[in-house]
């Protein structure tokens, strides 16, 4: 009979998690809880970031534990068990932003550097202040980094999330966008010079 | 010498440049602009901030970095009881 699984992160343990695959290819409902319960945070955070509703972020990661207990059979154990429903709940969500709205959009090439003709910048960039000298809080920091992302043309947001945020590589995001691996490349680019932009807007300032 | 890039070019190659594929002669083209350039020498510094800003708003600031939200009660029971059925 196997041991329980206890304790926080035995789903990462080797030993532990090889007990934990085991019980989970075994049909063990418990283990199926201890799963949810280890790993559903880490998943809902993820899809959080990419569907950007809390409902859609929700039915996005029941759909990934679906699919992932589905398809335990499948999983080799190559990559960590974090890293398999990390990838698993990254396509749940995606699937989700394609079914979904689109909302109107700016275009990307309105934030985009402008240069003259012999190549210098248009408007030269300016520094940007320092967290300490802009007067807002971290918090505030970040909300207003938030909105700007979520100001991006969708396919150029989910660029920089896959690639700056979760941290997938080119090859990857490439697979799961069905896109090739420059597209990937000019869009994350473009994503940052865009969101840099819009971040000037907000940051920078006189200061040296 | 050769004619230093200009801005725009500099600008298109920023991305290989930080990840570290950028073959070395345009490496070394890059560096040589980016020594004389104070404008350029902001674009790259307020492109990696804006990297730097984008990770920290997403993924929380350093008082924060380790702590995820556990799942809330009603997801693992939904989660579940969707299994239960399928």
Not at chain 1, 13 to 38: H, M, Q, Y
Not at chain 1, 168 to 191: C, G, I, P, Q, Y
Not at chain 2, 27 to 43: G, I
Not at chain 2, 52 to 63: K, V
């Amino acid at each position: 009979m196997a041991k329980p699984i206890t304790g926080k992160g035995s789903a990462e343990g080797v030993s532990a998690a090889g007990t934990l695959i085991d019980r989970l290819r075994a049909g063990d409902e418990r283990a199926f809880e201890t799963l949810v319960r280890e790993e559903g945070g880490r998943m809902l955070a993820v899809a959080r970031r990419l569907v950007r509703s809390e409902d859609e972020a929700a039915d996005a990661v029941q759909e990934a534990f679906i699919s992932a207990f589905k398809s335990i059979d499948r999983y080799t154990g190559d990559a960590k068990l974090s890293t398999w429903l990390h990838r698993i709940v990254v396509n749940a969500s995606l699937m989700r932003l394609r079914a979904g709205k689109r909302r109107p959009e700016r275009s990307i090439e309105d934030m985009l550097p402008a240069f003259q003709k012999d190549g210098h910048h248009v408007d030269p960039p300016a520094p940007w202040q320092a967290s300490a000298e802009s007067g807002l809080m971290e918090k505030e920091r970040r909300d207003i980094v938030r909105a700007r992302i979520d100001q991006l043309p969708e396919a150029y947001r989910t660029v920089l999330i896959l690639r700056d945020i979760e941290e997938l590589d080119t090859d990857e995001t490439a697979r799961l966008l069905s896109v090739s691996n420059n597209a990937v490349k000019t869009r994350l680019h473009r994503a940052r010079q865009a969101l840099r932009t819009l971040l000037a807007a907000d940051f920078a300032g006189n200061t040296p | 010498m050769s004619e230093y890039i200009k801005c725009s070019e500099l600008v298109d190659f920023i991305a290989d440049y930080i990840s570290g594929e950028l073959p070395v002669p345009s490496r070394v083209e890059f560096e040589r602009h980016l020594d004389v350039c104070p404008p350029c020498q902001t674009y790259l510094k307020t492109y990696r901030d804006t990297i730097a800003m984008s990770r920290q708003a997403e993924l929380g600031g350093p008082e924060v970095a380790s702590a995820v939200d556990p799942i809330p009660e009603e997801l693992v029971k939904a989660i579940l009881a969707a299994r239960a059925k399928s």
